[in-house]
């Protein structure tokens, strides 16, 4: 098994002398990925209680299988109390299609990766767990003198055949039935040599079936480090995700040494496998560049990197030189087409996207936005072609629910209820298709009230699943239904505060259909919202409607501090800290009555501004003074204590360091991050 910091292999289950599938022979916590697993199946089980949770899957397929606990002892049982239910430890268990969580995959726009995988509750599987699948569960009760067969079936079995053979030979053949978490048990009595196993429905179907041989252990992985001297002692390409921090990307080589290429996979790697680390990929995208100023995938790289950053005219000149050395390509088109969208360069989007179109792997992407430009463009016979095509070639349901969209604005009523209900049938909680039945059903003048209430079923009053379908009919233009969502939630939410992202987003779609004197006003509410405890704009659509807001109103000091968060999670940090020094200059102005009222959002404002000058800048001094003044507003948050804290330590201030995380002990919420994290 993998460490979760991929930096060493263990032997499993025996590790060290102790056999750790059980977790009270963990002696400390930790997160394991397995290596080749040698089954389609995995389990925890709580033997106590006798009841567990199986996993089955198709290991080329899913590879990925985790297990993260706490162990055994105080430090467990701390932990435990802290993140579990009251009825037992704490523990995760994960799969995946990669062998470890922290690799990353791009999927294509539009695109979907999929698989089959089943879990379900196990109960009574006393003694070895030995085989399951999505049928049924196996373990053996083994002694010295008998040998018992558990049975556990995901669903009723009658008058189904067990047959258990020996070297071949059966030794039992009866006709049983089952039951979910009803265990079957058999006694076999004495059994000298390998055993067999199948279980048959009454059809016949083999749902189970089980040969005891022992595992190779010679062909298992070797314990040791996944890189030693420099060079990677794994080196089965199956494990493409193993990384030793710096190592990894460059694969041990000298960058000088690099061919752009070589540069460009080593950017792709820090965007796949080390946790999407963009900065690093940033840089050595760009030191491809110094290799081969033209190198074009690196170039396209660059640009999808200043679209997450919403830098668009940045984003449209590295694609037009990705296009100027490769013009026989699909993506470089397609998201130079998406920044002239955005840019508002609608005829020269169009171009792109039907260049786009003649490359597989953007075919559907490019008439998704041929489609949303057609419908923003009230070419609605354009829009169901368009939806038509990049439906017909993806899995995603976007395609076909903006095409539901398009028929329901050319009240083809019929043919969009019937589009939605399929999305629906695949997708139960897809609450876009739930809303756009909704406004069929409104525009037919049928009872809606059913309808909607499916909706709200559906989108739990989530906020953000809110935000997210207003975003989409902000990108198709189609502005007027983004405002009735949003302005129906408040009117039901009446007396309950919504987040101020809905205020600026209707502030914004206001202005965008020209009525200036409700889009004031809802950028004014904005400021007047007293909660900002859980307001975080992440989405590229809130750049440019925060921008609104500044550009509506200067004075606005919280659209600066909002937009300045934004920024700063997409990398471009002096930016965002010239907004929040323009915030907390505003602030300061303020009556101390009402600077107290926005004590959560100050604590925050000059901790991010201590964090960017100390992390990014590395301007420690500077930093401090920021820290300073959030802990005078900082309530019961522990993070600009430890923050500070680990400044002063890397001065090699150790008193004060320890001075202020012993200040805030008694102060904070989880105070043991102020003890338990630092070697003072």
Avoid at 179 to 191: A, D, Q, R, S, V
Avoid at 390 to 395: G, L, P
Avoid at 473 to 487: G, K, M, T, V
Avoid at 527 to 555: H, M, S, Y
Wanted: contains cysteine; glycine residues 6%.
């Amino acid at each position: 098994m993998l460490d979760h910091s991929q930096k060493y292999v263990y032997t499993y289950p025996i590790w060290g002398g102790h056999d750790v599938s059980w977790t009270k022979n963990l002696f400390s916590g930790g997160s394991w990925s397995a290596l080749e697993p040698y089954d389609n199946f995995w389990c925890t089980y709580h033997h106590d209680i006798e009841a567990g949770m199986a996993h089955v899957g198709d290991v080329r397929v899913i590879p990925g299988s985790k297990w993260f606990a706490y162990g055994s002892g105080d430090r467990a049982n701390y932990y435990g109390a802290c993140m579990s239910d009251e009825d037992g430890p704490y523990i995760e268990v994960d799969s995946g299609s990669d062998i470890t969580q922290i690799g990353f995959r791009r999927l294509s726009p539009l695109g979907s990766h999929g698989w089959e995988e089943y879990w379900y509750p196990v109960k009574g599987l006393k003694g070895d767990i030995v085989k399951m699948t999505k049928d049924a569960a196996l373990s053996l009760i083994r002694n010295r003198e008998n040998l018992g067969v558990v049975l556990n079936t995901t669903s009723m079995v009658e008058q189904g055949k067990l047959i258990i053979r020996v070297d071949g030979k059966t030794i039992l053949e009866e006709a049983i039935s089952t039951l979910p978490l009803k265990p079957y048990l058999k006694e076999i009595g004495e059994i000298q040599g390998i055993l067999s196993l199948s279980l048959q429905d009454r059809e016949g179907k083999e749902l189970l079936s089980y040969t005891d041989n022992p595992i190779d252990e010679s062909k298992l992985p070797p314990e040791g480090p996944t890189v030693k001297d420099g060079k990677q002692v794994i080196t089965n390409e199956e494990y493409v995700t193993m990384h030793n921090e710096d190592w990894w990307p460059t694969r041990g080589r000298k960058i000088e040494e690099m061919t752009a290429e070589e540069l460009y996979l080593a950017g792709m790697r820090e965007l796949r496998e080390t946790r999407e680390r963009f900065k690093e990929a940033e840089e050595y995208f760009n030191l491809a560049l110094q290799k081969d100023p033209e190198y074009s995938p690196a170039r396209t790289e660059l640009g999808i990197l200043n679209i997450n950053k919403g830098l668009r005219e940045e984003a449209e000149k590295e694609f037009a030189l990705s296009i100027r050395r490769n013009p026989e390509q699909g993506p470089a088109f397609y998201y130079r087409a998406l920044v002239r969208k955005m840019l508002g360069k609608t005829s020269l989007a169009i171009k792109d996207l039907f260049e786009a179109a003649k490359y597989h792997e953007t075919y559907a992407p490019a008439y998704h936005l041929l489609g949303q430009i057609a419908l923003a463009s009230g070419n609605l016979d354009d829009a169901i072609l368009y939806f038509s095509n990049a439906a017909r070639t993806s899995h995603s349901s976007q395609a076909r629910l903006l095409l539901a969209a398009t028929y329901r604005k050319l009240k083809q009523y019929e043919l969009a209820q019937a589009a939605l209900r399929d999305i629906l049938s695949d997708e139960p909680i897809n609450y876009f298709a739930a809303y756009e039945l909704y406004l069929v059903a409104r525009e037919k003048r049928q009872d809606d009230k059913e309808a909607y209430d499916q909706f709200r079923e559906i989108v739990r009053d989530e906020e953000q699943s809110y935000l997210e379908l207003a975003c989409l009919y902000i990108n198709s233009r189609l502005y007027q239904e983004a405002i009735d969502l949003l302005e129906k939630v408040l009117e039901l939410r009446k007396g309950m505060q919504c987040s101020p992202l809905f205020y600026y987003y209707l502030g914004y779609l206001y202005e965008k259909i020209g009525q200036d004197a409700e889009s004031s006003e809802y950028f004014q509410m904005a400021q007047r919202i007293e909660n900002w405890d859980l307001v975080f704009p992440n989405r590229l659509e809130e750049i440019f409607i925060l921008e609104k807001a500044i550009t509506r109103d200067p004075g606005d000091y919280l659209a600066h501090y909002a937009l300045a968060n934004l920024l700063a999670g997409r990398r471009r940090f002096s930016q965002a800290l010239e907004l929040w020094q323009t915030a907390a200059k505003k602030i300061d102005a303020l009556p101390q009555e009402k600077k107290q009222a926005l004590a959560s959002v100050i604590t925050v404002l000059y901790r991010n501004m201590g964090l960017i000058l100390w992390k990014f800048e590395k301007q420690l001094d500077e930093a401090i003074p920021y820290y300073e003044k959030s802990i005078q507003f900082v309530g019961r948050h522990f993070q600009p204590y430890r923050e500070l804290s680990s400044i002063y330590k890397e001065k090699e201030k150790t008193d004060k360091a320890i001075e202020v995380a012993e200040s805030g002990l008694n102060k904070v919420r989880h105070a043991y991050h102020l003890v338990g994290r630092f070697d003072l």
